[in-house]
């Protein structure tokens, strides 16, 4: 036992002493690799077991734990035997837990702290989709840089963001959390959000470790249904849901997090292809796999594992390394080895992963870092709310504007503000909100209160939407019968030149377990909506959301409509920006809205089919009473101002391998005030190995032009774009023809040709 002490003792103080004295520096890949043999060498089975074991911090850390269960939890982390917790949240609690660990364990391997930041920690910005419609990748950095600071300042030093499952299906109550629809946005969302969070040096004790989450297939779960199966092929797989993955993979994002579903059968927390075979194989990452919350276990109603130490086994073989309070690791892993059963060396790869991360983050060097009470006190929060507007106006889209309704003109003398959104401070927080104080963000009221606008405003709720208790754990009650303030809304939509309606979705509408079979405006607020546009149609819609919605009724009958998602902290404030013309909208959508809930999943980037289109009778792919396509389409978003798109120029019609051509387009603002225009690019390949979707997001580019200003948007076209899972089943570009299209959305598109040779 002394000799471990003493061995103890040099490693940690002789390499920490070596390391302080390069300050600043990053470690080298050896430097850490050496450390962490180092340590996982003096480790005792049970020891190892511990790292892989995450608990949930489930009661007051900063007193004595009172329950059975807490208490014994507390024994586990003294004996240092747990890796990680989450939900512990403050300066006090963190630091209580990790002198728990330091203090008595033998080890001494540091804690980390995790918590879902998922759009903000105490200044919360817009949630991620509606973030996701900016289309701007410095402020989706900007953001979670702002949410890594506010974590650290609470102890925090890992967040379970962000999210990027491709989602296609409104339904599904997490497509709130993700980037949409398309894997390219997506992928470049992802890599921001990962340098946003990481900065350039894990080290640095301004910022967190990030997890690329979930791991795979999610967001395509059967019906829209959260937590259901995913029946997908392994070239969507390849081609659709793993490009953002093998992005954040490339960014060095810190760890992964598995997913609930099952995918062709196999529970993704016990897929080998998945997590050994992609992750850790093909893609040689070297983070570690976190389990989501009880996921391993759950492989037993899965109807794949007999109990937790099944469970266990079939996990670790699979690649998951740390189990989020799932019980079965610190249940079965021990008992695996002892028998023989699995191999240890399983463990150790494992362990060795989880201590790489923690090196990584300095917490051996000082396992306080974290815990420093003076760096809330130095958290700018004033400037964090100004970039929290400056994100949020950034992430409105324009989606109707007839007449030039928008921006509200300064010789309209009386506005009604009408809905049952337009003074709730909770909603625009959206769900996943960390510590975001409820009740907390501007409401649209307020926001237009805070301007300089002239008009006389009045104000009625119409209806409620939600009712009784609301909560991340609460199912919502919907009010459905209530219909008493709609004669008052009425009354002062009548009486107004202007009605401003906020309807939409509360805040836990959407999110996880959220997932909804009708995405339409819930309640009475359809009937609210056509109540007031009987006695005045000058209406402008305010979208207030974190899923796409079935609006077809007001798309058909409103003249402007708003899309302001749920845009956190400064959303009235935001909102108001963009009504009043002080900023002109930019967003475009990054999923596509439906014309009926009946089209999901509906997304842009689809196959063709054998028989697309016939005029001529109804033997071809459609549905007999509505119009194919979606409402707005990926991509789309107006502006107060009108752009013009030149012919796309290529520099060569031909590209062969290793070499590129240049596709130019010019944009021409043909209106009257400044504007930004987010210039897309697509690309369909006419003829492959395996048929290919009618168009794919390449690249895009945001400009900004004056009144009469036109500039060329230039994009690198070369065989790399041209690449995808191909039959042979590896990523290649294949000889063809191919169409390059351009243009501001996803459907309105110049094209030209390209041909490939190899």
Same mark, same amino acid.
């Given at each position: ?99 728990? =660990? ?22 919360? &910005? ?30 925090? =030093? ?55 989450? /979930? ?57 080998? *292809? ?21 996921? !391993?276990?759950?492989?037993?109603? /899965? ?10 086994? !079939? ?167 209530? *219909? ?53 149609? =000058? !209406? ?16 058909? #009958? ?14 009235? #404030? ?36 054998? *028989?697309?289109?016939?005029?001529? /009778?109804?033997?071809?792919? /459609? ?20 752009? %013009?798109?030149? %012919? ?7 590209? #062969? ?42 690249? &895009? ?33 294949? %000889? ?18 390209? =041909?490939?040779?190899?």
């Amino acid at each position: 036992m002394k000799k471990y002490l003493i061995i103890i003792s040099y490693f940690f103080f002789g390499t920490m002493g070596a390391y302080s004295q390069n300050s600043g520096l990053k470690s080298s890949v050896q430097e850490v690799e050496t450390k962490v043999d180092s340590v996982l060498n003096l480790m005792t089975l049970e020891e190892k077991v511990g790292q892989m074991v995450q608990y949930n911090g489930s009661w007051d850390l900063t007193g004595p734990a009172s329950e059975v269960g807490n208490k014994e939890k507390e024994e586990r982390l003294k004996k240092g035997l747990v890796g990680s917790m989450l939900n512990v949240l403050s300066v006090e609690a963190t630091e209580k837990a990790q002198r728990m =660990n330091m203090e008595n364990s033998r080890m001494k391997i540091p804690l980390i702290f995790g918590y879902d930041v998922i759009h903000g920690y105490k200044t919360i &910005f817009p949630v991620p989709l509606g973030e996701t419609a900016s289309w701007d990748l410095d402020a989706a950095k900007e953001s979670a840089r702002i949410a890594a600071l506010e974590s650290v300042a609470e102890g925090v =030093n890992w967040t379970f963001s962000p999210m990027i499952d491709i989602s296609r299906d409104a339904r599904w109550g997490r497509i709130m959390e993700g980037s949409g629809e398309d894997p390219y946005l997506t992928a470049k969302i992802a890599v921001a959000k990962v340098n946003g969070y990481q900065g350039e040096d894990l080290a640095d004790p301004n910022t967190i470790a990030a997890t690329a989450k /979930h791991f795979a297939g999610y967001g395509l779960a059967e019906g829209g249904k959260d937590y259901n199966a995913v029946n997908i092929g392994k070239h969507e797989l390849h081609n659709m849901v793993l490009p953002p993955f093998k992005a954040a993979a490339d960014a060095g994002v810190a760890t992964f997090m598995n997913s609930f579903n099952t995918i062709d059968g196999i529970p993704a927390t016990g897929s080998e *292809r998945l997590q050994r075979d992609i992750l850790k194989g093909a893609w040689d990452w070297q983070g570690f796999v976190v389990s989501d919350w009880g996921s !391993i276990s759950e492989m037993i109603p /899965h109807g794949f594992a007999r109990d937790k130490v099944h469970a266990a086994e !079939i996990a670790v073989t699979a690649g998951s390394d740390m189990d989020m309070e799932g019980g079965a690791y610190e249940a079965g892993l021990a008992q695996l080895v002892n028998e023989g059963k699995i191999d240890e060396a399983l463990i150790d790869e494992a362990v060795k992963r989880i201590l790489r991360v923690k090196f990584k983050m300095g917490l051996f060097e000082d396992p306080y870092k974290y815990m420093n009470a003076d760096l809330k006190k130095n958290v700018p929060y004033e400037e964090h709310r100004k970039t929290a507007r400056d994100i949020a106006k950034k992430s409105i889209v324009l989606l109707k504007n007839e007449n030039d309704l928008l921006p509200i003109k300064s010789s309209v003398k009386k506005i009604a503000v009408i809905g049952p959104l337009a003074d709730d401070k909770d909603t625009p927080i959206g769900n996943w909100r960390a510590q975001g104080e409820a009740n907390s963000a501007v409401s649209v009221l307020e926001g237009l209160k805070n301007t300089d606008l002239k008009a006389k405003m009045t104000y009625a709720k119409g209806v409620t939407l939600g009712e009784g208790e609301r909560s991340f754990l609460m199912p919502l009650k919907i009010n459905k019968t209530d *219909r008493s303030g709609i004669p008052d809304a009425v009354a002062k939509a009548k009486d107004a030149e202007l009605v401003v309606m906020v309807l939409g979705e509360d805040a836990f509408q959407s999110g996880e377990g959220r997932s909804q079979a009708n995405i339409g405006l819930a309640g009475l607020q359809l009937e609210l909506l056509k109540e007031v546009h009987k006695v005045n149609k =000058n !209406i402008v819609l305010v979208l207030m959301n974190g899923r796409p919605i079935e609006i077809t009724w007001a798309s058909e #009958n409103i003249p402007a409509i708003v899309e302001a998602w749920q845009l956190g902290t400064e959303s009235g #404030n935001a909102i108001a920006d963009v009504l009043l013309g002080k900023y002109n909208p930019s967003g475009k959508l990054p999923v596509s809205f439906p014309r009926a809930v009946g089209q999901e999943p509906l997304y842009y980037n689809r196959m063709n089919t054998g *028989r697309p289109s016939n005029d001529q /009778h109804v033997t071809y792919s /459609h549905y007999t009473d509505i119009t194919n396509g979606p409402l707005y389409p990926f991509g789309y978003g107006l502006s107060y101002t009108s752009f %013009e798109y030149g %012919e796309p120029n290529l520099s060569s019609s031909e590209l #062969n391998t290793g070499g590129s051509a240049t596709l130019t387009v010019s944009v021409t603002n043909t209106g009257d005030v400044k504007g930004k225009e987010v210039v897309q690019l697509y690309l369909h390949d006419l003829v492959a190995s395996v048929a290919r979707p009618i168009k794919e997001l390449k690249g &895009f580019e945001m400009v900004e032009l004056a009144p009469g200003e036109t500039k060329n948007v230039e994009f690198t076209i070369d065989d790399k774009m041209l690449e995808f899972y191909t039959a042979s089943e590896k990523w290649e570009a294949e %000889e063809g023809e191919f169409e390059l299209m351009v243009g501001g959305n996803s459907e309105d598109l110049k094209t030209v040709k390209l =041909n490939f040779n190899k």
